[in-house]
């Protein structure tokens, strides 16, 4: 195979096309007489020009340097990287579902709307809440959509002036993000010595300013908070709500559901727990799911039956209003709906319990090579301390960029930040014992080589297009587009 | 066994073994028996792709779209033309399985592809610096307003209300959760209110919110109030459709501080509202406000050209709680195809687009001028929407016209109370002459 490292603009000659419109075919001036010259833009953006093959194989050949769920393992935790089925793929395709406009008339999609109300319900079934809101874009826009809730809630009780959300601190990043999107103020509170949530340290900080509370169960530990009853109470006890971060719903479903722990806000992740794709990083879609008494407060429209015959609804008083145009991403509602019916209520529970296995399996295989501080049955994912200090100064970085060397995606690194040299390893329920033990078996010979061979590591990854990037210079002498020099 | 399962009983068992319990259920030890679910959720059991495929499929067909129907409709999202080449790149599943490219050295072809729709972004809108996109025209402008309050440290956002309805009703969301005012300055006659707004600019002004061409799809004259604006040290933030920008000035030359749009235009299906892309670019004295991610130009160890994503320090995996955002996701696969989009249509094709849109839609226009009993209503440079006023009232029309197996435009008065028996109309360049007169003549034989 050749290597390449063209960019388009590099492969750019006037005049070459790669596309063909039909001739107009309406008698009228030029598009220049037609508009005011003042509007008019003097030069034309200068895109690159190459023939339908050179657009073709660039892109084939760019694809060919990446590394997806098709291509191997992708262990990377909390972002639950499952087999993105096919079939999901396929159906959303559909022109019955690609070509609808997002303001046709509501008789003009019906099956639309039937995939969105039995979406809506389902996913309320899956976590114990009594609506769920389809519309937000991705887990961080259920976020900040929760946060939002939160904050209507209490202005709409009187309590407009609790400023505070406590967020543990091993929380993901975004958490704290929207926590300042929405004008409230992140209170963190410390983990306790078995990586949960610390109830002293909690109740130390809740009070009448506090407006709630963030927590992803299992937490980013992959441990589950086993206090979450007692942490629900004394949250609802002072006032304040508790928001699920659904980014590690894998491991619960059909076992135990937020709602039943006593969350009042849920947002899901369709594309880590329902197998739609990442696309590289999106689109998501985070849709955000609420118990009765916040249902008003919910961002419209949503589906709901009406004289027999599906509408969008847009009336609800208390909404927080819009987080997005139109619906949520619809493409995504129908890769997850496919998923569901695909699994069915007896799969989802299977689900859980085999990437609970599987990251079982694989902590307790590893344990003895690698530093496990936190030494309990795990959920869906589990934390590796890295190596530890070591004669050459081989840091977690040097061990992921070689496990590229042995055909593997590397784990989350350095994350949460609460444990050292951090490997967040998340199966997922789709991969085989075979792989899982190649897997372990490449990370137990790094292991060795990190006292034998330190060299290799430092200089990985070996086979890649390009070797590791100065990642420094990138900040430092920005260059964020093609200039032709 | 399901097909998405691969575990044997057998390797079940060994695994069990390995870990030392005797069965999976022990694995839940840990969960508390009060939240343990009781029972099965109420789901129907797992169904085989033939199964599916079936349910699905009927779904499907109980929808009737734009492959159906002849569009005129837009306000938004945009049936325009979309190579045969885009679906394939993007169906890359080197590309759509993979994750945000945190490994950049097995991410090169994704970063790469950023960078180069981020190039492409910047070409279009004359501003350097685009990042890597963001979920839709609406949450970009949305933040584009956060960007000028971080660097104003000024509340007050003003925006027209010829600004899409929908960007203005997230906008309002934000803003209102985050602190910050929205102003609203009303539209006159199809365009803003230049006066009105010059007056509501004062020295607490962070931004004003323009678009153009407009949601009335009117060319709005932004000299004025970018003057006014910068006169009194806000910004300007400029919403734009990105195929327009083949033809018309660009926010750059408009002397936008930040520009976005939604990008749906380039090479996106309608899908139903989303997955969209939503666009920003920015000056360089801004760029370190943008939200999301944004790759960058690097070498490797033995010098050879990569990508990375870079100025993370913005971002909130760094700086959690000051960060400029709390986003994370993009919409990659989006940008991609918007990038094989503008790569596909290059230089000479993206101005092709335009021009057809801007022939065919005042062809529309002109032809429906003609009918007693209708009357376009303003009379001021257009793109490729126009308003149209009938002795008739819109939702009838619209069912007459679906009759037809067209699809009418969107009622302005929804939205634009002003405005009654008006609707709006798009003309995009898939829209054949043989359509179009059908179009005229069904609104003709409705009055």
């Known amino acids: 195979m050749i290597e390449y490292n063209k960019l388009i603009f590099e492969l750019s000659q006037p005049t070459r096309q790669a596309y063909m419109l039909p001739p107009c075919d309406v008698q009228m001036e030029e598009a220049a007489e037609l508009l005011p010259e003042k509007f008019l833009r003097q030069q034309a953006p200068a895109l690159p020009e190459v023939s339908e093959l050179d657009a073709v194989r660039h892109f084939t050949l760019l694809s060919n340097k990446n590394y997806g769920i098709d291509t191997g393992f992708y262990p990377l935790g909390s972002c639950t990287m499952k087999y993105n089925p096919k079939i999901n793929e396929n159906l959303a395709s559909m022109p019955g579902f690609t070509s609808l406009h997002p303001l046709q008339p509501e008789e003009t999609v019906q099956g639309a709307l039937k995939i969105m109300y039995e979406l809506q319900n389902i996913l309320a079934e899956i976590s114990g809440m009594a609506r769920v809101s389809l519309q937000p874009a991705a887990g961080s826009q259920g976020e900040l959509t929760g946060l939002m809730i939160i904050k209507a809630y209490h202005q709409q009780c009187g309590q407009g002036h609790r400023s505070k959300i406590i967020i543990p601190d091993s929380a993901h990043g975004t958490n704290p993000a929207s926590v300042s999107m929405t004008g409230y103020q992140a209170v963190e509170i410390k983990s306790n010595a078995q990586g949960t949530v610390d109830l002293a340290e909690l109740k130390a900080v809740l009070d009448s300013d506090t407006a709630g509370l963030m927590l992803t169960n299992p937490n980013t530990l992959g441990l589950f908070e086993q206090d979450i009853v007692e942490i629900a109470r004394l949250v609802h006890e002072c006032g304040g709500l508790l928001y699920y971060d659904g980014a590690n719903m894998n491991a619960n479903l059909g076992i135990t559901r937020p709602g039943d722990m006593g969350f009042d806000i849920v947002h899901y992740n369709l594309h880590k727990t329902f197998s739609t794709p990442h696309g590289g990083g999106g689109p998501g879609s985070g849709p955000v799911g609420v118990v009765d008494k916040l249902v008003e407060f919910l961002p419209m429209p949503w589906v709901v039956i009406k004289d027999g015959k599906y509408v969008l609804d847009s009336s609800a008083a208390q909404s927080i209003g819009s987080v997005k145009s139109f619906y949520g991403n619809f493409g995504i509602l129908v890769r997850a709906y496919v998923y569901l019916l695909t699994m069915g209520g007896n799969g989802l529970k299977r689900v859980s319990e085999l990437a609970v296995l599987n990251s079982n399996y694989m902590k307790e295989r590893l344990k003895k090579h690698y530093r496990l501080p936190f030494d309990h049955v795990c959920k869906h994912e589990f934390v590796l301390a890295g190596i530890g200090p070591n004669e050459h100064d081989i840091t977690t970085l040097d061990i992921a960029k070689r496990l590229i060397d042995y055909g593997y995606h590397p784990p989350t690194i350095y994350f949460p930040l609460i444990v050292d040299s951090a490997l967040m390893i998340e199966p997922t329920e789709t991969e085989n014992k075979e792989t899982l033990d190649g897997f372990i078996d490449a990370l137990i010979a790094i292991a060795h080589e990190a006292i034998e061979d330190p060299e290799k590591l430092k200089t990985a990854p070996h086979c890649t297009p390009v070797s590791r990037l100065d990642e420094v210079k990138a900040a430092r002498d920005l260059v964020l587009k093609y200039t032709n020099s | ?447």
């Open chain 2, 1 to 447: 066994m399901h097909p998405y399962l691969p575990h044997t009983k057998q390797d079940v068992k060994d695994m069990l073994k390995v870990i030392g319990v005797n069965s999976i259920e022990q694995l839940f030890d840990d969960i508390p028996e009060s939240i343990r679910f009781q029972g099965e959720l109420s789901l129907q059991d797992s169904l085989s792709e033939l199964e599916v495929s079936a349910a699905i499929s009927s779904l499907a067909a109980q929808n009737r779209g734009t492959d159906q129907l002849a569009c005129f409709l837009g306000a938004g999202a945009y049936d325009h033309y979309i190579p045969s080449i885009v679906r394939h790149i993007a169906g890359r599943s080197e590309f759509y399985t993979a994750y945000t490219p945190y490994q950049p050295e097995v991410s090169q072809g994704s970063l790469q592809v950023i960078f180069e729709y981020q190039t492409m972004i910047s070409e279009l809108t004359g501003l350097p610096v685009a990042n890597a996109s963001h979920y839709d025209g609406a949450t970009a402008c949305a933040e584009a307003a956060f960007m000028a309050q971080s660097s104003t440290r000024r509340k007050n956002i003003i925006v027209s209300q010829t600004v899409n309805p929908q960007t203005r009703k997230v906008l309002k969301t934000y803003l209102k959760f985050k602190g910050l005012n929205l102003i609203e300055v009303a539209e006159n006659n199809g365009s803003t209110d230049v006066e009105q707004m010059k007056a509501a600019i004062d020295r607490d002004t962070a931004a004003v919110i323009m678009q153009s061409p407009n949601f009335l799809g009117i060319i709005e004259d932004i000299a004025e109030i970018e003057q006014a604006v910068h006169a009194e040290k806000g910004l300007l933030i400029l919403s734009v459709d990105p195929i327009s920008l083949a033809i018309l000035k660009s926010p750059g030359e408009l002397g936008a501080d930040i520009a976005v749009g939604e990008g749906q235009s380039l090479g996106n299906t309608l899908s139903f509202g989303g997955p969209y892309l939503g666009f920003i670019a920015t000056t360089k004295k801004l760029m370190r406000k943008l939200p999301g991610r944004i790759a960058g130009q690097t070498v490797d160890a033995n010098d050879k050209r990569g990508f990375v994503l870079t100025m993370q320090a913005r971002e909130q995996h760094i700086r959690r709680a000051r960060a400029t955002s709390n986003i994370t996701s993009n919409q990659a696969l989006n940008a991609l195809m918007a990038a094989a989009y503008l790569v596909t249509m290059g230089k000479q094709g993206l101005v092709e687009v335009a021009s057809l849109c801007v022939k065919k839609a005042h062809y529309t226009a002109r032809q429906i001028a003609r009918l007693p009993g209708y009357s376009l209503l303003f009379d001021k440079p257009f793109f490729k929407e126009f308003a149209v006023q009938g002795k008739v009232e819109i939702p009838e029309l619209n069912d007459k016209l679906l009759q037809a197996d067209i699809l009418g435009g969107y009622d302005l008065s929804q939205e634009y109370p002003q405005y009654p028996n008006s609707m709006l109309l798009c003309v995009t360049e898939k829209r054949t002459k043989a359509e179009i007169d059908k179009l005229v003549s069904e609104m003709e034989g409705a009055l």
